[in-house]
């Protein structure tokens, strides 16, 4: 069929899959190449129709485009070609069919030349299915899957977002977190974000976050960092999560807690009151008699009333729910009202509570909310 020998020998020497054939393509010639690529040897494809091999949709595609050719509308075509191979599987090809001439015959023969494309489909396959299925979860789970530059601009969020934030996941692409996060948090996030590296490529950042009614909710955030092949950072990925009904469950938890403390108190503070009550009673039984009221039984009276009083407040100070209020609070003051309520309990249990303070302190003040302050101290004794 061909006869320049050089031709023929680049043909079955490619490892290109080559099919020739004239143009009335009566019959064709095939290269070992096309052989490995389809699974059948030369001989069976002798007797096997390429029809047979070829996928239907695309055959019918590549006849039209033959017949094109043929008829001088075009010189060559170029296409994506299914193919069945000899075990059943389906390999994918980049076929480019053209006119060449043989100058020794001045004979003109149609050139297919098939790159295989398999291998790249395949992977092009995996990796869709693969970004499907965590696309998947990204936009069924409850957190919130955001994808950011390296400057914290969000390049994907999960659509979790309007329900947690309420804003559309498409309002927050190209803005930035610190847009949203309060301010008196960013300042600590802005921290933990510098402090990522490769050897610490996780934080994790507690936050309050501004919603799209104004409000706002705390959100729990793992923060990851991405990095190039050279350890260069890339991209952030973070997973947030609503905690605002998990802090006010541990702020009951806390207030059942207190209330606990309390409630083993209270038997001891009512013991402890019982004793004053004893004199001021005898006392008032002798005035109650006739008898003459003493003056210094009256101020054996004041100083026991002011002893239950001490012994009340500061028992519902511990007691009653109160807003925290930060103020100057003297360590010194603070630790003597509390065991002065610890007291009664410890006499009760047989018990002795000893303090020692260091006088060579200057200044035992300190900023905090007294009333938390107490309400730890009484755990650390209780």
């Known amino acids: 069929m061909l006869k320049s020998k050089l031709f023929r020998e680049v043909f079955y020497q490619s490892r290109l899959p080559q099919v020739i054939g004239p143009i009335d393509m009566k019959y064709t010639m095939v290269n070992n190449a096309f052989c490995d690529f389809i699974g059948y040897t030369r001989s069976e494809l002798e007797l096997v129709d390429v029809q047979k091999v070829s996928h239907q949709d695309d055959f019918e595609q590549d006849l039209l485009q033959l017949q094109r050719l043929l008829s001088g ?13 000899k075990n059943g599987s389906i390999k ?5 069919v053209s006119m060449i001439k043989d100058e020794e015959c001045q004979e003109k023969f149609i050139l297919a030349q098939i790159y295989d494309l398999t291998e790249k489909k395949q992977i092009e396959e995996d990796v869709r299915k693969s970004e499907e299925k965590y696309r998947l979860l990204a936009e ?13 601009t969000y390049l994907y969020v999960s659509p979790s977002a309007k329900t947690i934030l309420g804003y559309e996941a498409e309002e927050l692409l190209g803005r930035s977190p610190f847009e949203f996060i309060h301010p008196e948090d960013g300042v600590e996030i802005y921290k933990l974000q510098n402090e990522i590296s490769p050897s610490k490529p996780i934080v994790i950042a507690t936050y309050r976050m501004k919603k799209k009614d104004g409000s706002m909710v705390w959100l729990e955030s793992t923060i990851k960092m991405v990095f190039d092949e050279d350890e260069v950072p890339s991209k952030l990925i973070s997973v947030s999560r609503d905690i605002q009904k998990r802090l006010e469950t541990n ?23 019982r004793n004053p009550l004893t004199p001021i009673k005898g006392f008032m039984q002798v005035v109650q008699s006739g008898g003459v009221m003493n003056p210094e039984y009256t101020g054996i009276i004041l100083d026991e009333i002011k002893r239950i009083e ?24 603070m630790i003597r009202q509390v065991i002065q309520l610890l007291t009664p309990q410890a006499m009760i249990e047989n018990k002795e509570v000893n303090y020692y303070r260091n006088e060579g ?5 300190i900023i905090g909310d007294l009333n938390s302050l107490k309400q730890v101290f009484l755990n650390i004794l209780q």
């Open 73 to 85: 509308e075009i010189s060559e075509y170029e296409m994506e070609k299914r193919y069945y191979h």
């Open 92 to 96: 994918v090809g980049r076929l480019i």
């Open 361 to 365: 302190l200057l200044n035992d003040y």
């Open 251 to 273: 702020a009951l938890l806390r207030k059942s807690e207190k209330l606990a403390v309390v409630g083993q108190m209270a038997a001891a503070v009512a013991h402890e009151i």
């Open 140 to 152: 069924n789970s409850s957190d919130i899957i955001n994808l950011h530059h390296i400057d914290g």
């Open 310 to 333: 001490g012994i009340i407040s500061e028992f519902l100070a511990i007691a009653k729910p109160q807003n925290q209020r930060k103020e100057h609070v003297s360590v010194d003051k």
